[in-house]
């Protein structure tokens, strides 16, 4: 099946600073790539779906000066979340669909944990 | 109200048993769904999509109902490696994914 690969898969850091997530997809083109977030024993909340080209579209609460989605090419969009705070430590995760759009199945990443001091 | 709520569980079945559960959706615009299997601090990975007849994959059985709005995961011959959380999920006409909380099972020896 499709592969998707993130990186770095944890980080720690210090509260104040910023952290880049990669989302690559390694086997097909993905022109939609969707960005989760999960809490523990909480379920996946959708915070921006991502377009190759063009400005991502984010949920409703989700800040988009906070996490800066560039999605430059087909394999590859990244989530930047700046001056992160200890609220911000989640599991992000990221998924694509591929280039045709026909699928009816999103290929996850296996997640970047966060930790935020 | 969640768009798509399941009973957290656990469900604790020896092996060999057999386990069921349900989860409920609300918009009934619903067009796909799905049930993802997710381990402890790994991604979701696709168990077997839902379609409207039931569906069957090896020891898991699928079941929808569109008019209550709810979707059935059954499993049977319960092994170790079934320990998991089950995801319901459901998508719309566009490509967004409603996810459950998940239904933690426990299968014991």
């Known amino acids: 099946g499709a592969v998707v690969s993130q990186h770095p898969s944890w980080v720690i850091c210090k509260s104040g600073t910023s952290v880049k997530i990669e989302c690559r997809s390694l086997d097909f083109q993905a022109t939609t790539m969707f960005w989760y977030r999960q809490f523990p024993k909480q379920s996946l909340m959708l915070m921006a779906t991502?377009?190759?080209?063009?400005?991502?579209?984010?949920e409703q609460g989700v800040e988009k000066d906070k996490f800066l989605i560039n999605h430059a090419s087909l394999t590859l969009s990244t989530l930047t979340v700046t001056s992160a705070h200890p609220e911000d430590s989640s599991f992000y995760i990221c998924s694509a669909n591929g280039l045709a759009g026909a699928t009816d199945t999103q290929y996850f990443g296996p997640g970047t944990r966060l930790t935020v001091l | 109200r969640k768009e798509v709520e399941q009973d957290p569980g656990p469900f604790n079945v020896p092996e060999g048993a057999t386990v069921a559960f349900n989860c409920t959706y609300s918009n009934s615009a619903s067009q796909s769904f799905f049930w993802y299997r997710q381990d402890c601090r790994k991604e979701p990975k696709l168990l077997m999509s839902v379609y409207s007849s039931g569906n069957e994959d090896g020891r898991f059985t699928a079941q929808l109902n569109r008019a209550s709005q709810y979707i059935s995961l059954l499993i049977r011959d319960s092994k170790l490696s079934d320990s998991a959380t089950y995801l319901c999920?459901?998508?719309?006409?566009?490509?967004?994914?409603?996810f459950g909380a998940g239904t933690t099972v426990t299968v014991r020896a």
């Open positions: 999920v459901v998508k719309a006409n566009d490509y967004k994914l409603s």
């Open positions: 991502s377009n190759e080209g063009s400005k991502a579209t984010y």
